[in-house]
Structure formats: structure tokens, C-alpha cells
């Protein structure tokens, strides 16, 4: 029997390929383009093969701001996660403070990151920033134009105030789901505090939690608009992370094909580590259950 | 000896309990019945020391424990949902009330081995609950109440979401399994033929009132009244509102029977279970009723048939059912005659009191 032959189904997903093509697959093959080549303007292209990916990865330019990044995330991480999970717990389950807390939580999401750079940037100045003037009137001398560890707590707390708030809102959500019974079960058992969290909140919000680390760290590895605001980069090259000196590379100095194969390593390091994180989170108590 | 002297439970402007008092003894089997918000989990909640009631007093062991929080009570229970800690081993499920409690390793083991093997979880105790189906993973819960070794174990309808096989399998095991323990066993069901198979004792629950509570099998033959008999039947209890005369039944014009020991003259309530109402006439099924045959419902063995009876103008309180033996055809619309034994008819009077109730078998 011959099966009916339906080509309509394909003017549904052509949409999707257009916009995937468009959107992702055309420029990224752009980058790739630029990135095996050398220009020098008036559209004339010489092949360069590897050699850019050489030197981008044997530069120290390049290792220097892919450790920044690598701290700055691992900074964010370890205090945006635990922190999300603290607030959410201490989040009211009912009553009329449950929309209030939300709308407080969902605020600092709603604001673009150069906003926040610019209020930030103008919080933590010393003659007319709230934070940098009280600072220095107690006798701290804080200025993050020229001290380096100031300029990365500022961008940290802004990192923080920014989007702990994500991490509470998807922990918040894990936690109403859990059914009152788990706790009276472990009421009944006689289970501490610590213990309801470690044996049954935790582990009810395994999934919420993968999906809050991946996006904080992939977002957290993005970083740009940030220190770009604040210090532009410094002071020195203390705050430039990968996308900073991405750009600095590609539209400061022109270098088109450096900045292209740049462009391909950043991207895949953060798809190795995202790959690294779900893998290694999936699994995690998944093999004693075999 | 867990007691419960005039317990009554207020949230906000709602009674979820009202003035309950019970006593079970320990080594006792106890199922409370009654329809869904009846307030069978307040009351358990309030057993536990889960809720502080409004009023009146919990005494555990002539012991007062009403303000005594859960921690520091000796309870057990297990829930309809399936509640197990979710990253923990079935062995170490078993073992936390244990562990909480600080008992050695090895008498840990022990336990947990022994309860496993009773529950036949042996080879699932070193699987994470989430992997197991879901009478395993209620029977991993069963095994946690099990080896806490409580003078209280509470089930909250625990058979609930598991299929039929399983219940059948379980609720025969779990009297056993508790019973050795000389605990107080509670045991909460919506199921009138669920209490019958557990036996034990049975308090019936309704609108958050006790309305009766004693051997199980005395509560089903002699219900108090019509609400206990209307919650201790399923199918629903058949009723009508008779008239009676000198011994004679009257529903309307219609002559029902003649009763022995008959109560005096008056308007009283029918109550006759589906089981009593026959396809075929015999020498004790002789009152004869012309009906409509509304659905039928065919289960193997037997045939539920709804009717339309024509006692319906005659004074039917309620949608009748038949529940007979083997396989009938029938036909909704079709006109049926069903045959009644008056020596199996409960009568209620007015306010709803038992006035008469058929003699034992």
C-alpha cells in the first residue's frame, strides 16, 4: 500500500530553518569565513588557514581574559546560587506577600544591562554615588576607576543585584511544586530543619537548579556590558573579560580575522562548559538508581 | 490507648471537626470511613499532633499530648501520595526514621532487611524510590512506618493510587504486618468494602462528626442512623419514605411488606442495600416492584442496575440500585420487576434514628 505523500508539513518548518538560518547558522559561518582568512579592506581576501586560531590561542592576551572570565563566573556562581536558593526558602508560600515578593524579585531582570552599568557606575562614584560618597566618609577608599579589586566587587554586586533575582524566581517555583505531605512526613519523622533541605528540597529542585547554573554561567561567561560601562576594560586590563577584548580586537584594532577565530573558541569553550555542567548535573545520584 | 476527648478543629470560620470523641485501644486496627471531606486527614493531622485542635484533649496512654508537637511524639505515617525522600536509597528510606532516632548500624540493617523482605523490597534496596512503580515505592513508604515501631501508625487512605491488584495484595498484608506491633492503627478509607475487609473497628465520619463507631461489622448491620448507613453503603443505600401501619409497609399506595417486630405506627425512611433488591422472586423475596430499568453496569461477576422505580412517585428518596449476582442483559427504558425482602429493610424515623434494623443472619 502506497503511504499518502504530504509535503505541506514542510511550509510549517520552513519559518524555523529561515529564522535559524538568518539568525545563527548565516552569521556564524560569516565568522567562520573571516576566521580562516586575512583582509585588508576593499573586500579583498587572502586564505589564512589556521593561523589565527594559532596565534589567538597561544597569546597571552587571550588566556589572561579567559582566566578573568573563568573567576568572574565561578564568583557568580558561588554566590548568586546559594544565595537565590536562601532568599527563595525564606520567601513566603502564601498570603498577600507572595505577589509582593515576586514583583520586588522580577524588578532587577526587567532592567537592561547598561542601565544598570550607568547606576552602578554613578552609585559608586565618590562625589555624588550614595555608596562611593558614604565609603569614603567612613574612611574607606574606594574608587573602582583605579583599583582593580574595587572595579570587580562593583561589577560582582551589580552581576548579583542584577540576577540573583533569576535564581530565586526558578528555586521559588521548585519549591511551591513540593507537596505539603513531604513535610509533614518529615515532621513526623522528626527531620531537622537542615535535614528537610538536604533530603527533600534539594533534591526537588535538582532540575530548576541545572537550568539556574547553566543560564547564570553562560550568561555570567558573556559578560560585557557591565565592565564596559563602568571602567571600559580597566583600570589596566583588569576587567577585560573575552567579549571586551573581542571587541576591542574586532572594531579598536580591525584585526577581523583574529577576532573571527576568537569569536569561534569563545563560543565553543561555552558550549563545552555548558555540556560539562548538564552532563556532570544529570548524572549526579542518576547511577544508583540503575 | 490513644484517646480523644471532645476534639474539635476551627479554621477560620470553618469546623473541619467538631466535638470528637474516640478511644483505641493499642494492638487495634481502626478505620475511619466517610466520603472525601468528611475530615478523615484533620482528623489523622490531629491524631498525629500535625494541627493543635481548638478544643479538648489528646491523650496518648492516659498521657496528655495536646500541645505536643510531632517531633516528640512516637508516630507513623503514611499518605496517599506516594511521600519518600527522593535522592535516598530505598535501603536508606527505610533506615532514616531510624537514623533520626540514633539507632545502632547493625540493629538498623537488621530492621530494614527484615521489613524489606516483608515487603518484598529486597531487590529494590539499592534503587532511588523515583525508579520504582508506584507500589513499590508505597510499599518503600509502608516499610519506613513499619520499622519506626510507633504506638501510633496512621494510613491515610494509603491504597489509594495504587491499582487494583496491588491493593487487593496489600490490604490483606497490612493488618498483619501492623498488628505484631501492638500499635494504634488508623486507617483511613472513603471504601464501605474496605472496612469490611480490614474488619477491626470502624468509626464512620461525617460533615467532620463521628457518627458512629464500634465493631466493624455491628456498625454496617446495625448503623446508627440514616447518615452512618448512607456512608457504610456502596452502591449507595436505596431509600424511600415508607408509611407504617400495624406491621405493613406503605410507600404511597404501594404495599412494601409486613415486618416483624415492627416499630410503632409512622412516617419512617427506607433504607434497603442494593444487595437486597432481587431479579428473582423466592419465598423471602416476595414483594414484587414494577420498575424501569435505567443503566446497567456489568462487572463479570455481578450487574449493577440503576432504576428508574416507579416507587420514584411513591415516595424514592434516592436513585435505586440492584446489585445482582451473574451477567443480565438489559435495556434502559425496559420495564423490570425487582423483588424486595422486608426482613432486610432499615427503617430511620424522622430525625434519622435507627428504629428498625433487619435481624442478623
Partial sequence: MDKPWNNKAWFFVLPVFLLVALSAVIPLMTVVNYSVQDTFGGNQFFWAGTEWYTEVLTSSRFHDALIRNLIFSGIILAIEVPLGIAIALSMPRKGIWVPVCLILMALPLLIPWNVVGTIWKVFGRTDIGLLGYTLTAIGVEYNYVSNAVHAWITIIAMDVWHWTSLVVLLCYSGLVAIPEAYYQAARIDGASRWKVFRFIQLPKLKRVLLIAVLLRFMDSFMIYTEPFVLTGGGPGNSTTFLSIDLVKMAIGQFDLGPAAAMSIVYFLIILLLSWVFYTVMTNYGVERGK | ?361
Avoid: C
Fill in chain 2, 1 to 361: 490507648m490513644l484517646e480523644l476527648n471532645h476534639v474539635s478543629k476551627q479554621v477560620g470560620r470553618e469546623t473541619h471537626i467538631s466535638g470528637v470523641s474516640l478511644s483505641l485501644e493499642r494492638g487495634s486496627l481502626n478505620v475511619l470511613l466517610g466520603p472525601t471531606l468528611a475530615g478523615k486527614t484533620s482528623l489523622m493531622r490531629l491524631m498525629a499532633g500535625l494541627d493543635r485542635p481548638t478544643s479538648g484533649q489528646v491523650l496518648m496512654d492516659g498521657k496528655d499530648v495536646t500541645g505536643v508537637s510531632v517531633r516528640n511524639r512516637d508516630v507513623a505515617m503514611v499518605y496517599q501520595q506516594f511521600i519518600n525522600y527522593p535522592s535516598l536509597t530505598v535501603f536508606e528510606n527505610i533506615a532514616s526514621p531510624m537514623r533520626i532516632a540514633g539507632v545502632g548500624r547493625k540493629e538498623r540493617d537488621r530492621k530494614v532487611r527484615e521489613a524489606a523482605e516483608l515487603l518484598k523490597l529486597t531487590p529494590y534496596l539499592e534503587r532511588i524510590p523515583l525508579n520504582l512503580s508506584g507500589g513499590q515505592q508505597q510499599r518503600t513508604a509502608l516499610a519506613r512506618a513499619l520499622v519506626k515501631g510507633a504506638s501510633l501508625v496512621l494510613l491515610d487512605e494509603p491504597l489509594a493510587n495504587l491499582d487494583y491488584k496491588l491493593r487487593e495484595e496489600l490490604r490483606v498484608e497490612l493488618p498483619r504486618l501492623f498488628a505484631e506491633s501492638g500499635a494504634v492503627f488508623v486507617y483511613a478509607t472513603t471504601e464501605p468494602h474496605e472496612a469490611l475487609l480490614l474488619g477491626g473497628h470502624t468509626a464512620t465520619l461525617h460533615e467532620g462528626k463521628i457518627t458512629q463507631f464500634g465493631p466493624t461489622i455491628d456498625v454496617h448491620d446495625r448503623p446508627a442512623d440514616l447518615v452512618t448507613a448512607k456512608t457504610f453503603a456502596d452502591p449507595p443505600l436505596n431509600t424511600a419514605r415508607v408509611r407504617v401501619t400495624g406491621g405493613h409497609v406503605h410507600a404511597g399506595e404501594r404495599h412494601l411488606g409486613q415486618l416483624a417486630n415492627a416499630p410503632p405506627d409512622g412516617e419512617y425512611t427506607l433504607g434497603l442495600r442494593a444487595h437486597h433488591v432481587s431479579l428473582a422472586a423466592n419465598d423471602r423475596y416476595q414483594t414484587a416492584l414494577t420498575v424501569r430499568v435505567g443503566t446497567s453496569e456489568i462487572t463479570g461477576s455481578e450487574t449493577f442496575v440503576h432504576l428508574d422505580p416507579d416507587v420514584a412517585q411513591e415516595g424514592a428518596t434516592s436513585h435505586w440500585v440492584a446489585l445482582t449476582h451473574g451477567v443480565h442483559r438489559l435495556r434502559a427504558g425496559d420495564s423490570l420487576t425487582v423483588h424486595l425482602d422486608p426482613s432486610r429493610y432499615y427503617l430511620f424515623d424522622t430525625s434519622g434514628v435507627l428504629a428498625h434494623a433487619p435481624a442478623a443472619h
